[in-house]
């Protein structure tokens, strides 16, 4: 499989979007991505994992980063794209081949940047931060990550997005007593033991703290369930996979301080966390470019990895085709107009020039 | 893996615990016994599948069927076999390896019988009863399972069991719909809808019905749970396995409407059935039986493959050593007096002798 940059943007992102590449799988569309970077003199181009990074070396004062992960949330019959009316439609569509296939064109196509560039095409986005491609890069390869701005692609609806929130991931798990279930009250049941946790969750009521004038909005949610040992036994143990989305004013110690409580008398064990990053939209280099894009900047609900940029030191917003409400959603699609507008603007402000 | 014949019951119950035999993995066993028994040559011996079978043909008046299964549930840290103070520990101790050793002892030594005798080892009695090796067998080989009364060495305290509970399993699904776990309020979680499903259940009140002067007891478990897409997905769907054991005044229609009702506006789905059956001691083989081991016979909880000879029309009764309270628990243990005795007891019963 191999992908034809000249090819305009939408072409381009329904050609990504055929080459499945559910985390974990990511093969093929990284050998494909990389294929496609080395064919282009004017970028060095590395590879880690299937990770691929690909950077201008003109030796400008200013470096900015454009990065987008290649990974997807699983399928839900919803492969191959499908074009209709101007929307691009399939798993990936929105989060986030719309901002690759844009990030692969501005590669190919503005040789001569105002500042140098790093393209960064990651892995492993969609699962626990600690196969997450752009993470590892930054303890393999720090230099390569190194920038004085960084965009991310995700879905934003062509407009910026500012911060993000911070998730978390607990197991909640209730202890019982094998037995027969044919003799049930010798045992005790930890499926129903669990009954309590869900209904505490279903009561759960959303802080939608506002920060810096932008409002964002927490959740607190089952992700996963498990507990039986075989069809006629009292299972001993049950599950629940619980993620917490945390607004960014909550430190991780906070988060977790909460979650704690909240499921209070019940054994929780945190299986992944991943700060939030504040808006930042006093930082001067985020200012300019959002006088670039115009526009009023939104939160960002989701968390991103502009928090791993905003652990660096280094400025970063969200600014991607597509309306995150649709990823990993069975109908994910993205209007074609969101992904030329994105290549439009990055074009104007990487070059200077106006189209 | 060989089987030693001439050592005693409780040598000869060891040596099956110590051939791990969980269900759909009964090759080993299967062929250790297939092996014991072709070495007798008063014995005909068949095999189907993972069930062996081995008849006297001495062309008597009456025929005895005595069966046990040979597989167990999963392991659960009780491998191999511990023998403390004339208990002997393990995986299969109890559910029923004690049961199979007495028979493969009465095979051996008891060359002429009362009655014709049928010796029935089958796999696969503690999955989903679509695979049960004495079910296969009434279908593919309904001439070996024929007998005038029917001996199911199932664990009942070395007393006879009468009757037993019948089994039914259902699925109760809850939908959701899909979202990203960062907008959480745009899904609707399937698991968090599953809480009232456990709430009920945890709120059901067994009913204890007598019958026949033997007093039953129901139970309504969850023996599974599952749900989940991905970690930042909202999940659309949750199933919970539900296991009804009813009692065997209820037919298999009573057992499903009392379901239906129980989980009223929840989508059910009904997976495995398997009728109980009523205790039968009217009955004039039973009757005897009963009068020749004596004591009071108890109901029998948990389903056995009692309710497959009854359906034929073969007086059955559960009779085997063991407390079947320890049955799939993680301390499963026989104690080597109950082997003895039921060895002891069929022995005098099928030669007309006494110790």
Redesign the interface.
Same mark, same amino acid.
């Given at each position: 499989m191999s992908l034809d940059l000249s090819a305009d943007v939408a072409s381009l992102t329904e050609q990504l979007v055929n080459i499945s590449s559910v985390s974990h799988d990511e093969q093929q569309i990284a050998d494909a991505v990389e294929a496609a970077l080395l064919s282009l003199p004017h970028l060095t181009v590395t590879r880690r994992g299937h990770t691929v990074v690909a950077r201008t070396d003109l030796g400008l004062g200013e470096r900015v980063v454009i990065a987008g992960h290649l990974d997807t949330?699983?399928l839900?019959a919803n492969l191959p794209a499908r074009l209709e009316e101007g929307i691009l439609h399939g798993l990936g569509s929105c989060?986030m081949k719309g901002g690759d296939a844009v990030m692969l064109k501005l590669a190919r196509d503005v040789t001569e940047p105002l500042r140098d560039l790093t393209f960064i095409f990651y892995e492993a986005e969609?699962?626990?931060s600690v196969h997450n491609g752009l993470r590892k890069l930054t303890v393999s390869d720090p230099d390569l990550v190194e920038a004085d701005f960084a965009i991310l692609m995700e879905p934003s609806n062509a407009a910026i997005e500012a911060g993000c929130?911070g998730?978390m991931?607990v197991d909640v798990r209730t202890t019982g007593e094998?037995?027969?279930?044919? #003799?049930?009250?010798?045992?005790v %049941?930890a $499926?129903?033991?669990?009954?309590?946790v869900?209904?505490r969750?279903?009561d759960y009521v959303?802080r939608e703290p506002e920060i810096d004038g932008l409002t964002y909005?927490e959740?607190?949610?089952?992700?996963?369930? #498990?507990?039986?040992?075989?069809? %006629?036994? $009292?299972?001993d143990e049950?599950v629940?996979?619980v993620?917490f989305?945390f607004a960014p004013d909550r430190s991780e110690d906070d988060a977790e301080a909460f979650v704690r409580d909240f499921f209070e008398g019940y054994d929780v064990t945190v299986t992944?966390m991943a700060a939030g990053a504040l808006p930042g939209l006093d930082r001067p280099a985020a200012k300019a470019f959002v006088d670039a894009v115009g526009g009023e900047p939104q939160p960002k609900?989701?968390?991103t990895d502009v928090a791993q940029f905003t652990k660096l030191g280094i400025p970063a917003v969200n600014f991607g085709p597509g309306d995150?409400?649709f990823?990993?959603?069975?109908d994910e699609h993205v209007p074609i107009e969101h992904i030329e507008r994105c290549e439009r603007i990055l074009k104007d402000w990487l070059t200077g020039e106006s189209a």
């Open positions: 949330v699983p839900n989060d969609e699962v626990d929130q998730t991931r094998r037995s027969h279930s044919a #003799r049930s009250w010798k045992g %049941n $499926i129903h033991l669990a009954g309590p869900l209904a969750l279903s959303a909005h959740g607190l949610n089952a992700t996963g369930i #498990r507990g039986g040992v075989a069809g %006629n036994v $009292i299972p049950c629940v996979e993620n989305r992944d609900f989701g968390w995150p409400m990823a990993h959603k069975q």
